[in-house]
């Protein structure tokens, strides 16, 4: 039996900083005893990104209102700082609020996760983290010549 439970959150990108406009989510189950610097790896992960920028994480009502700031320094792409202490089971729930992670302040991706209603069950021989599903076109850090 697993030592840990699991978070069904879906992220999607708020805003594409290169073509303007909202086209990717997905679905993924993280053990709840992630903590958000391990988020933010294993999103650097699926997002396919170079992990060469400061994140943060806050929640708040929507990305411009941050009602909780879960760190006041910037974590770094080797070193989470606070970040690698708070868990997601510590976090959740946020009770009307979401989560929201930001990388590179200079470009400003930002990503919405919502945590699902739905329980998600740890089953046997399942490797986790997991991407549930996703759909979207793949996001693109860098355009050539950048």
């Not at 760190?71 to 792409?77: F, I, K």
Request: aromatic share 18%; hydrophobic share 40%; charged share 30%.
């Amino acid at each position: 039996m697993a030592d840990f439970s699991l978070c069904r959150l879906k992220v999607f990108n708020t805003w594409d900083p290169v073509e303007d406009r909202n086209f990717w989510e997905a679905e993924i189950e993280v053990p709840d005893n992630y903590s958000l610097f391990d988020l933010h790896l294993y999103m650097q992960q699926i997002i396919d990104f170079d992990n060469d920028h400061l994140f943060g994480f806050f929640a708040g009502r929507n990305e411009r209102h941050r009602k909780l700031i879960f760190s006041e320094d910037a974590g770094y792409p080797f070193d989470g700082g606070e970040y690698e202490k708070i868990l997601l089971k510590d976090i959740y729930p946020l009770k009307g609020l979401k989560l929201y992670y930001v990388f590179d302040f200079g470009d400003k991706w930002v990503f919405e996760f919502q945590k699902s209603r739905k329980k998600a069950r740890v089953e046997q021989c399942v490797q986790y983290p997991r991407i549930v599903s996703d759909n979207g076109v793949r996001l693109i850090q860098y355009y050539a010549g950048e």
